[in-house]
């Protein structure tokens, strides 16, 4: 079992950058869960945006976000970091972690309650 909590989400303006925190809480060591980064919008499905492995030595990114979003993670704090550059209006989403033992970098047993992003002039 693990217990995620998001943060860093807000309003910013196209161009904006914004680094979102996913703490992780659990009785197991938090470098034992593959992590990942989604993003939904009201009225779509949940859009995979990132996964990092369990040393964090291995990242994969979703076509849309390459380039712009890095994931990184600190396994001495527990967290997952998603640093979000050169944002644009279509990234407004509630962004989402999960955490999963297994490398699967889209499907994930553990989410947390996501946090807004709005980028917006």
């Known amino acids: 079992q693990v217990t995620l909590e998001e943060s860093g989400g807000g309003l910013v303006q196209p161009g904006d950058s914004l680094r979102l925190s996913c703490a992780a809480t659990s009785g197991r060591s938090f470098s034992m869960f593959t992590m990942g980064w989604f993003r939904q919008v009201p009225g779509k499905e949940r859009e995979f945006v990132a996964a990092i492995n369990w040393e964090g030595d291995i990242t994969y990114y979703a076509d849309s976000v390459k380039g712009r979003f890095t994931v990184s993670r600190d396994n001495a704090k527990d967290t997952v970091y998603l640093q979000m550059n050169n944002l644009k209006p279509e990234d407004t989403a509630t962004y989402y972690c999960?955490?999963?033992?297994?490398?699967?970098?889209?499907?994930?047993?553990?989410w947390g309650q996501g946090t807004q992003v709005t980028v917006s002039s």
């Open positions: 999960a955490a999963d033992a297994r490398w699967r970098p889209k499907s994930y047993s553990y």
